[in-house]
């Protein structure tokens, strides 16, 4: 009687990858290390992702980079919540973006 479920979430990770004119929607757990965003259409909200060292080219609207905020969810203690990336912005390069409409939490 009052069985656990146990959810494992995937995280993915993207390295040094272009993206160009892609749509971005619901990406879960992502780290973007060295990528370069070019005119994508992005329309949502980066809840679970990290970019560090990223670039973004073109318009960038639309969507919210929201920041690491413990969550039981994600974090089995608070101890992995400070050692992990989740929701964070790290050398990232919106010098040749037009951002529009877009929100940082």
Not at 58 to 82: A, E, H, I, Q, T
Not at 95 to 104: G, K, R, T, Y
Request: glycine share 10%.
């Amino acid at each position: 009687m009052g069985g656990r479920t146990l959810i494992l979430l995937r995280k993915s990770i993207y390295k040094g990858c272009t993206f160009e004119r892609v749509k971005l929607r619901s990406l879960g757990i992502a780290d973007f290390i060295g990528c370069t965003f070019i005119d994508c259409d992005f329309n949502t909200a980066f809840i679970a992702s990290s970019f560090s060292e990223c670039k973004f080219i073109g318009n960038v609207r639309g969507c919210v980079f929201c920041g690491p905020k413990y969550d039981s969810f994600y974090y089995g203690d608070k101890l992995s919540y400070w050692v992990s990336n989740k929701g964070r912005l790290s050398e990232v390069d919106f010098s040749e973006a037009n951002i529009i409409d877009v929100d940082f939490r």
